[in-house]
């Protein structure tokens, strides 16, 4: 193993005794259904409430109703627990790591916060015109529950990617070449968006695969969860709490709101005509990514 990954073994250690690949997928594929079941039943406790309130929840359109939401991910980290003590005999702390997490959680969460605020500080700036401020005091009151329910999401998503999936592979390989695609390819496939149009939604599929790798890294260099807890709780602090679009999905807990389009689809083709997803915008945007993982490095200097 890399110098650098030594401390990953704090992670993957507990994955050891029972690194059978067969049991992984069974695995997988239990925490979905755990996590669809569970899903399934929250569906049908909101099925009796007004569409108004469980509209919020489903969309995202409203504060208590993302917070809500976001809640609902301890769902999925449940599930990850229970499969691994089923299936792999591993108790949930073994697949938080070893080290001090959160600090190096606070640490990076800060470090990439700042890298955020420092892009905004400089050109090119947006264009305001229209931009709403929605319920500045609101949005400050419930910061905490906010970051909290964030936490939780972003906790959750780490905890079966990185926690279980990855240490689990490299418990059982010993290539990084391995352990850093196999769970992003996961990672990247559950952001896959059926509904977007198809440049878009193939952008976003490898940006994900790429944060995730990023995520994975961090892991590996820090034996623990923390950092990318911490580099993922920073992205969506910056994605759903600062910019959002008017009533469209997860606006919710949105400060500054720009005007909705009414749902036109930007960056639509024409059927057969050659797809363009590739360009100098997502570059930059993969870049940034880059950027990003170098401030985590930084911040907890491994």
Not at 79 to 103: C, D, N, S, T
Request: hydrophobic residues 55%.
């Amino acid at each position: 193993m890399l110098s650098a990954y030594r401390l990953h073994e704090h992670i993957v250690a507990p994955a050891r005794a029972v690194s059978d690949p067969v049991r992984l997928l069974i695995g997988v594929a239990l925490v979905e259904a755990l996590y669809a079941a569970a899903m399934a039943l929250t569906d049908a406790m909101l099925d009796p409430l007004p569409g108004v309130w469980t509209e919020g929840y489903y969309y995202g359109t409203t504060r208590l109703g993302l917070i809500a939401q976001l809640f609902s991910f301890v769902l999925l980290g449940a599930a990850v627990v229970l499969a691994a003590k089923i299936l792999q005999r591993r108790e949930a702390l073994g697949l938080f790591g070893i080290g001090p997490g959160w600090r190096q959680m606070r640490q990076v969460t800060l470090a990439v916060l700042g890298l955020f605020l420092l892009t905004e500080l400089l050109p090119p700036y947006w264009n305001t015109d229209g931009i709403v401020v929605s319920g500045l005091f609101s949005w400050i009151a419930l910061m905490p529950v906010t970051l909290a329910a964030l936490l939780t999401q972003v906790g959750a998503e780490e905890l079966f990617y990185r926690g279980y999936v990855q240490s689990q592979i490299a418990a059982r390989f010993n290539s990084p070449w391995v352990w850093l695609t196999v769970p992003n390819l996961l990672f990247a496939y559950a952001h896959w968006d059926s509904a977007a149009p198809l440049n878009d939604a193939i952008q976003y599929v490898v940006w994900a695969f790429c944060f995730g790798v990023a995520a994975s890294d961090l892991t590996a260099r820090t034996g623990n969860l923390g950092a990318a807890a911490g580099f993922h709780l920073a992205n969506n602090i910056y994605a759903f709490m600062f910019f959002g679009d008017e009533g469209m999905d997860d606006s919710g807990l949105a400060l500054f709101l720009f005007p909705s389009d009414g749902g036109e689809e930007y960056g639509t083709y024409a059927e057969g005509a050659p797809l363009d997803w590739l360009n100098a915008s997502f570059a930059v945007e993969l870049g940034f990514v880059l950027l990003m993982w170098l401030a985590a490095r930084v911040a907890v200097r491994r």
